[in-house]
């Protein structure tokens, strides 16, 4: 049965920890790896993309493999052919697929008849890479991530919904603050077992956290809502006076891309507390361990 990556769920806490020392590992020796000697991996892109497409890329070649890269628009996909049929014969060259798609349901379709480890480089509901990467950068940070604070303030999407699941799975008191009508999915809520908090209240959430995260106001696929979303997330900027409501300690985490003088300020995403950069580098060591943990053991 091959393991794919769809939400974060499918790791163990312990799985989490040694792929997270992996990753480390990987980042003092970039070269360290030929885990996908003679390999190939599929990257499908259905939505744009700079650190992702990169990171894989870069990612894969660096651990001997070779990475094929696909827009949607370039695959029979775009003609009508089903997502199963293309998970079947995909199969059949490549040796792990890697999405990025709006509806999570496409890719939970691609995995049930996928044979080999498929990894979800993004949906509208969960962005479980770019997690990894973050609990790598906090971890870096403070050297140990249980029983820290993860404030994510903001629209509740899948970002929010991944550093829950995730957050949660490392033993971090994760607490979420989102307006109402921006909540994130009771489902997501509910699965990570009271692990998580939600609130509405940015500066209640923000208070005493070790790491304050926030993501865009309008995601890919939001377009049509931007100016309901600007006037709803107001209140959520990550800002100064946010920043002054955290530990003495905190990092400002943002996935990217930003929007400075949106979602956060310019002074808190280039200031010295911020460590967005060390994330979008991250992404490239956390998704080698993972390629490798996925690979070696399916
Ligand atoms: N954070 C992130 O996934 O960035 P891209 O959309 O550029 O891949
Ligand atoms: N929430 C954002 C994340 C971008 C990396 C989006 O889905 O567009």
Redesign the pocket.
Known sequence: MPRHFLTGDELTSDELTALLDRAVELKRDRLASGALDGKSVALIFD?P?T??RISFEVGVAELGGHPVVLREGEMQLSRGESVRDTALVLSRYVHAIAVRTGPHETIETLASYSDVPVVNM?T?EH?PC?ALADLMTIRERFGDLSGLRLAYVG?G???AHSLMVLGAKAGMEVVVATPEELAPSEAVVRSVNGAVSVTNDAATAARGADALYT??W?????EAEAARRRELLGPYRLDESLMAQASDRAVALH???AHPGEEITEGVLYGERSAVWDQAENRLHAQKALLELLVSTS
């Open positions: 939505r993309s650190r992702t993004l509208a962005h770019q629209d999407n899948n970002m993501d865009v309008v995601s890919m696929g939001d996935c990217l891309p």
